[in-house]
């Protein structure tokens, strides 16, 4: 499974000090069942004996994590120069400029931008929970999905039917990123590529449906073989030529 790897290369890049910090779907491809990171703009290399970095806050909505968006969103709120109207909910919404006001973004922060793509590879409805061209965009996008993943049954209701093997893959992964955004932060449990791997090696056990196979024809049959000698036979009787008369 292609998730498992992206989460197995994301450890490794942490191992060697490299937080990828920029999870969209346009940022890795799967070729013949095996995945890879590309893009690495948005990179950064952590510090020796440290597993986070600071920014102005890196990412595209909707997969950032609740916590960077909510981070993201009290900063924007207390900058009255800053007109949400004019960002681009598909775009980088760091302010490059801005190098006073850092968030720190950590691995967990990825693994749940991979949550949010993994869902929505299985359901096409998620899309437009990051896209709302509102005045307060940022924080639209930032209660919704705090809506989102505290309802235990909303993100499994909008697994296709096709993907509904992954049902419990998607509840499973869910109850994490609402354990690492509980409204106490005392309280908050930080998603760790371990129990993100254990979730998705049990679901390596799932039996894929089967791709449905095309149903009879629905257009006329052909004409049998006796039909077509009396259509051949009436053309041929029409183009007899009349008698001429003397």
């Known amino acids: 499974m292609a998730f498992h790897q992206f989460v197995i290369a994301h450890c490794a890049m942490i191992e060697r000090r490299v937080l990828y910090g920029d999870l969209s779907p346009n940022n890795f491809v799967i070729h013949k069942g095996t995945g890879y990171f590309i893009d690495f703009d948005h990179a950064a290399i952590l510090a020796v004996n440290m597993t986070s970095t600071y920014s102005p806050g890196t990412g595209t909505m909707p997969y950032i994590s609740i916590r960077i968006l909510q981070s993201m969103m009290n900063m924007t709120f207390l900058d009255t120069n800053t007109n949400l109207g004019n960002i681009n909910p598909g775009e980088d919404i760091a302010p490059a400029n801005d190098v006073q006001r850092l968030i720190e973004h950590k691995p967990s922060d990825d693994l ?7 869902f929505e590879f299985v359901a096409n409805a998620y899309e437009a929970l990051g896209k709302a061209d ?8 930032c209660f919704a999905k705090v809506g989102v993943v505290l309802d235990p ?6 697994t296709s039917d096709y993907f509904a093997a992954f049902r419990p893959l998607i509840q499973q992964w869910q109850t994490l990123v609402c ?9 908050r449990i930080e998603t760790t590529h371990e129990k993100v791997l254990e979730i998705l090696i049990r679901s390596t056990s799932i039996v894929y449906p089967p791709i ?8 006329p049959l052909r ?5 077509s000698q009396e259509v051949s036979l009436n053309i041929s009787i029409c183009r007899v030529p009349w008698p001429i008369a003397s």
């Open 134 to 141: 509102l005045r307060g965009l940022l924080g639209t996008c």
């Open 153 to 158: 049954n909303f993100m499994v209701k909008l």
């Open 179 to 187: 354990l690492a955004n509980k409204p106490n932060e005392r309280e």
């Open 112 to 118: 749940e931008s991979l949550f949010y793509i993994f």
């Open 223 to 227: 004409r049998s073989a006796q039909e």
């Open 212 to 219: 449905p196979e095309a149903g009879p024809s629905k257009l």
